[in-house]
């Protein structure tokens, strides 16, 4: 039986007293999946992340990488966020841009990465204001300003910064540079290649460009914006190897690598360099990882294909496909890919993913104990009030808890005497429908804290 593990966290301090440990019952509002690292926002302007911590990406001032979420940023009113392979950006609501992470091509922008200063595990600010939107690639990063400008610093050799420069000593660049003056109102960043709209809709790109991801019928690199559609784009989505945009119609569109079926135009063939039409209507938000892709409807449901090797897919098995397969039915807002794992909100405001999770980078506690990866979309944290705080003695060692469920699942109750590392032992409950109550055994022991985690399994 494959289970979702429901990390809202607990610490039964007495018999009946149970205190949340998820830094409040506040909402996830925005998401990011890095290379094998997860960031999000909650609604307080908190930042939280888990998973790969090699570089600093992170920013909990370590090097150590961790399987459950922790809170990085305090309330900080954080606003915008962005995952790079080993490195991440924020924006806090004065406008300014903060980094953390490798620095070893000058992706952060604060000057360094020819001194030994190559990466930082702590945020450090890179702009101070007028800062309005954020992108990462692999070792390259993008920003926006109030005025429409368009700046970039980090890795350069396919000209993926648009500077009009590639190759030789200009392969990088470790300070923020201007690359378009005005009416840019959306970028993404892929692998090497880079994409963004202007404010008449219009769709340019430059970078890499062996796999036809730009779109411009070429196989050859660019270092200069090139257009490539002249009108009516209204989001954009950069992944691996590929890309992937909306028109104003709701229609999605797909050019480059697709060796999986991440174009999900029904083949594997294994490039196209022109924009072809995938989704006719309806589409609302997209994303891309290394070779799969995420889309949603208007309705709420989330779609997926592409490569499924490690669940990233998150349709219950291991199998790639080259079509749009719907995953969830409906009351989805929000979605992010990492290289090989997914992340998704839903409008109560919790936290699912799927896929890979060698790094802990879904969040939810595990990585080496037969839980490598999960092929079924997991809550990592509840909704909004999820959990009430108090139980119930029933009598002897039974204590009851009642909670808000998430309708037609079932849950049971872990236990750990320690979260560093966890230990999470399954204790004897009855298998509670959603509303509970549930009832479980073993008290508390006394004069220790206990961690308690909520568990859903179908």
Not at 158 to 168: I, N
Not at 216 to 221: P, S
Not at 442 to 455: E, L, Q, T
């Amino acid at each position: 039986m494959k289970t979702r593990r429901n990390l809202v966290q607990f610490c039964l301090l007495c018999a009946a007293i149970l205190q949340s440990l998820s830094g409040g019952a506040q909402p996830v509002t925005q998401i990011a999946g890095g290379g094998y690292q997860s960031i999000f926002l909650k609604s307080d302007g908190s930042l939280w992340a888990m998973g790969y911590n090699a570089f600093g990406q992170l920013g909990d001032g370590t090097y150590n990488s961790t399987n459950y979420p922790e809170q990085i940023v305090v309330a900080s009113n954080a606003t915008a966020i962005a995952a790079g392979f080993n490195h991440s950006l924020f924006l806090k609501c004065d406008g300014s841009l903060w980094a953390m992470g490798d620095n070893t091509y000058g992706e952060l922008g604060d000057g360094t990465n020819d001194s030994g200063n190559y990466n930082t595990n702590r945020p450090e600010q890179i702009v101070a204001s007028n800062v309005t939107a954020i992108a990462t690639g692999q070792s390259y990063s993008l920003f926006l300003k109030s005025n429409g400008s368009l700046w970039a610093m980090g890795y350069n050799a396919y000209g993926q910064l648009g500077d009009g420069t590639f190759g030789g000593f200009s392969f990088y660049t470790n300070r923020p540079e201007q690359i378009v003056a005005s009416n840019v109102t959306a970028i993404a960043a892929g692998r090497y290649h880079t994409l963004f709209l202007k404010s008449d809709g219009s769709l340019w790109a430059m970078g890499y460009n062996n796999f036809g991801q730009l779109g411009d019928g070429t196989y050859n690199k660019t270092n200069l914006p090139e257009q490539i559609v002249a009108s009516n784009v209204t989001a954009i989505a950069a992944a691996q190897n590929h890309s992937l945009f909306l028109k104003s119609d709701g229609s999605l569109w797909a050019m480059g690598y697709n060796a999986y079926g991440q174009l999900g135009d029904g083949t594997t063939i294994n490039k196209t360099n022109l924009p072809e039409q995938i989704v006719s209507n309806n589409v609302t938000a997209i994303t891309g990882g290394e070779f799969h892709s995420l889309f949603l409807k208007s309705d709420g449901s989330l779609w997926a294909m592409g490569y499924n090797l490690d669940g990233e897919l998150g349709d219950g098995t291991y199998n790639g496909t080259n079509r749009p397969e719907q995953i969830v039915t409906g009351g989805v807002m929000a979605i992010a890919a990492g290289l090989y794992h997914s992340l998704y909100l839903k409008n109560d405001g919790s936290l699912w993913a799927a896929g890979n999770n060698y790094d802990g980078q879904l969040g939810d506690g595990t990585t080496d104990n037969g839980y490598l990866k999960t092929n079924k979309p997991e809550q990592i944290l509840g909704p909004y009030n999820q959990i009430q705080t108090a139980g119930r003695l029933l009598g002897g060692t039974n204590m009851q808890l009642n909670f808000v469920g998430v309708a037609n699942s079932k849950y049971v109750l872990d236990r750990s005497s320690s979260l560093s590392p966890a230990n999470w032992i399954p204790q004897a409950t009855n298998a509670a429908s959603s509303f509970g109550p549930l009832v479980f055994t073993n008290a508390p022991i006394a004069g220790m804290n206990n961690f308690w985690r909520i568990r859903s399994v179908q």
